[in-house]
């Protein structure tokens, strides 16, 4: 009988040991995955940062939306300046109305 005793023994502490062993298996896949999931948030974090970055940096670079029309409606008023001066005649004043209107 003694024989037998420590082998059960032994069989519950191999058991004993292998489901200890397999929670902190299932601690540590938890653990990873909560890691990766963060890192993932992290990364996706930035990206959304960079990109509201280039926005900003796009916005800033382009010019403000009436610049152009401003500035025709300027030329335009120089070039009907100098028609009613003389200084074009009607069809130059047609011609040059035409470039700049596009």
Do not use: C, W, Y
Request: aromatic share 0%; net charge negative.
């Amino acid at each position: 009988m003694p024989g037998m005793m420590r082998r059960r023994m032994r069989r519950r502490a191999i058991v004993g040991t292998a489901v200890v062993a397999g929670g902190a298996v299932h601690h540590m896949n938890k653990k990873n995955a909560e890691n990766q999931a963060t890192e993932e948030e992290q990364a996706e974090q930035q990206q959304q940062q960079s990109l509201d970055a280039q926005a900003a940096q796009q916005q800033a670079a382009a010019p403000p939306a009436g610049t152009d029309m401003d500035d025709k409606l300027a030329q335009l008023k120089e070039l009907a300046g100098l028609h009613d001066q003389g200084v074009l005649t009607d069809e130059e004043f047609t011609a040059q109305k035409a470039k700049i209107l596009g």
